[in-house]
Nanobody
Framework: QVQLVESGGGLVQPGGSLRLSCAASGSGFRIYAMGWYRQAPGKQRELVATITSGGITNYADSVKGRFTISRDNAKNTLYLQMNSLKPEDTAVYYC????????????WGQGTQVTVSS
């Protein structure tokens, strides 16, 4: 089992940057596939970026070229570097972990608010 705690959210002006962190506790972090999702008010939760245990990354089209997902297995931590932020990036950002098997249980953090506004 994995416990996830996000941090690093906040208020930033358009064009600014933020770095989100997701600290994982429990065993086996390095074998989990990890991801960032977000949910804006009145909208469904959507995928932002994912990274496999081997470091293969995938991004939503809306964030390609602006966001970078990475992981530090030695620190049991997942990151999301967000640059050139736009007002439409405003959402609660959630960290996700799951084993790379069919029907694996998904673990979620409590979320961190990101607000992009002038």
């Amino acid at each position: 089992q994995v416990q996830l705690v996000e941090s690093g959210g906040g208020l930033v002006q358009p064009g600014g940057s933020l770095r989100l962190s997701c600290a994982a506790s429990g065993s086996g972090f390095r074998i989990y596939a990890m991801g960032w999702y977000r949910q804006a008010p009145g909208k469904q939760r959507e995928l932002v970026a994912t990274i496999t245990s081997g470091g293969i990354t995938n991004y939503a089209d809306s964030v390609k070229g602006r966001f970078t997902i990475s992981r530090d297995n030695a620190k049991n931590t997942l990151y999301l570097q967000m640059n050139s932020l736009k007002p439409e990036d405003t959402a609660v950002y959630y960290c996700n972990a799951h084993l790379p098997i069919v029907n694996a249980q998904a673990y979620w953090g409590q979320g961190t608010q990101v607000t992009v506004s002038s």
